[in-house]
């Protein structure tokens, strides 16, 4: 949670009990960032998770300070498309966000995620702390074990996100014609049914 100043506390000791306490309570929120491929298709993946209070798409994991768009898919930032995931870890936990995100792409493709190519577009997860370092290792080793192959998903420390530009925001809500032709021709419904089958989406 974020440290409230002095004169923020101040603030908050003058008004009534009743408002002060959901002033509060709405600061304890956690957040998970993911690389999953077209970043669209991941907002779309994690927003009915039940404890999701929303998700942004943008680009982390690169050297170039707020990135547009056009860099990143250009290359040369070390950038990947990713979704910050805002949540509420009392409904949801790390741990099943995780069970959301690999049902949602493909684990084995290298600089890839479906029709899209380029390390813009490979997938990885990027925890904040060791503990998530150490769930997200183990669900990706456990993967490894169930289908005996090696997982190309990245685990690498989490450094900063940079939101993309607004057009890109809620695109499969905003865009519903054009996101559904291109998750069609892109197959991605059909390659996470080969994979993970009745588990697909993980939802």
Known sequence: MPVLTAPRWLALLTLPL???????????????VFAGG????????????????????????????????????????GHTEVVEV??????????????????????FAVDRQFCDAGDSYRSAIFPMNAEERALAEASRDALADRFDREIATEIN????????EEYHQGYYRK????????KSACRREERLNEIWGDEAGGV
């Open 157 to 164: 420390d989490f450094e900063a996100f940079y939101p993309a």
């Open 86 to 107: 805002e949540y509420d870890p009392e409904v949801v936990d790390y741990e099943a966000l995780l069970h959301v995100f690999w049902r949602n792409i493909d684990p």
């Open 38 to 77: 077209c970043f669209w298709c991941m907002e779309e993946a994690f927003d009915p998770v039940e404890g999701v209070l929303s998700t942004t798409s943008g680009f982390s994991g690169g050297h170039v300070e707020n990135p547009s768009y056009n860099q990143v898919v250009a290359g040369g930032t």
């Open 175 to 182: 865009n519903p014609v054009r996101y559904r032709f291109y």
């Open 18 to 32: 009743g408002l002060a306490g959901p002033a509060l309570a709405e600061e304890e929120t956690a957040s998970a």
